[in-house]
């Protein structure tokens, strides 16, 4: 006797198939990232001029105003910090982010063909390695460190201790600083949709093209943000090597998809 299936079974996989797809399409699209990255040659510089989708690898240069490292205090051209506070329980510690930020400006790209510049606004900004402190609760941190508590409410001064008389007991809990900068004369691997402006070029090596976003992600149709988002050329910038970017890439494209399919098909044998 066939049964048939049981419209709740079927509509908990429905859901669980809709909510799987996204990890699955990241998943995949990393993992064509990586096989781009891996299979082709950066463009020349001069290429940009002719728009369209690029590769590009050289050195990041100013293009105007420069960033300061929250943290460090470093001249940059972009960064982003995490601030981790340390968090006890019966099965041990973890880190817990209590503030994090970024932020990024205008640079060129300069291939020693020629400079290009590249406009941030809508990157994917992988930004690797950086600088790490850990500071204990109850002592004084770096003066920049110090500098950065002072102006950020979102992060309040663990430096501090409990008068006792005899002595001071030091409280505050364990912090962690990570800031990760793209830094002047760093090099750095872009690939983006670049258009030709002659407006964007003011000195001698300057190409009249700039690189950015493609045009798809800032229509006013979500159909055509997403497709883009989904099927579009990437905009990544990235400090790794080619080769870094690219097996970063796809290990976690490789890792997202088994993941994702290992619940999946757990939670299915469970609820069939």
Same mark, same amino acid.
Request: proline share 5%; hydrophobic share 40%.
């Given at each position: 006797?066939?049964?048939? !299936?049981?419209?709740? @079974? ?8 809709? =909510? ?13 990232? @990586? ?7 950066? %463009? ?9 989708? *690029? ?6 240069? !100013? ?6 490292? !929250? ?6 051209? @972009? ?10 329980? $019966?099965?041990? %510690?973890?880190? $817990? ?27 994917? *900004? ?21 500098? +950065? ?9 663990? /430096? ?28 750095? %691997? ?5 258009? %030709?402006?002659?407006? =964007? ?5 300057? =190409? /009249? ?13 979500? =159909? ?9 050329? !990437? +905009?990544? &910038? ?18 997202? &998809?088994?993941?994702?399919? *290992? ?10």
């Amino acid at each position: 006797m066939v049964t048939s !299936p049981d419209p709740v @079974a079927v509509a908990l996989l429905a859901v669980i198939g809709l =909510v799987a797809l996204f990890p699955l399409l990241y998943g995949v699209r990393e993992l064509r990232l @990586a096989n781009h990255v891996l299979r082709s040659r950066p %463009h020349s510089v001069l290429e940009a001029t002719n728009g369209g989708p *690029v590769e590009l690898r050289g050195t990041a240069e !100013p293009a105007g105003r420069t960033l300061r490292g !929250p943290l460090s205090g470093a001249r940059c051209l @972009a960064y982003e910090y995490e601030v981790r506070e340390k968090r006890q329980s $019966k099965n041990g %510690h973890s880190w $817990k982010t209590i503030d994090s930020g970024e932020a990024r400006v205008p640079f060129r790209l300069n291939d020693g063909s020629g400079s290009v510049l590249i406009e941030p606004p809508g990157a994917d *900004v992988r930004l690797h390695g950086g600088d790490r402190l850990d500071v204990d609760g109850g002592t004084a941190p770096p003066d920049s460190i110090q500098a +950065f508590i002072d102006e950020n409410e979102a992060v309040d001064c663990q /430096n501090s201790a409990i008068d006792l008389r005899l002595f001071e007991l030091r409280t505050g809990t364990d912090r962690r600083f990570v800031e990760r900068r793209l830094e002047i004369g760093e090099e750095v %691997h872009v690939l983006g949709t670049a258009r %030709h402006d002659t407006t =964007v070029a003011t000195a001698t090596g300057q =190409v /009249n093209a700039a690189v950015g976003v493609g045009e798809a992600a800032l229509s006013s149709s979500p =159909v055509t943000r997403l497709w883009y988002r989904l099927n579009g050329y !990437p +905009f990544v &910038i990235s400090d790794r090597s080619e080769r870094g970017l690219g097996l970063r890439a796809g290990a976690a494209g490789l890792g997202v &998809i088994a993941v994702t399919l *290992v619940v999946v098909v757990g939670v299915a044998a469970t609820v069939l």
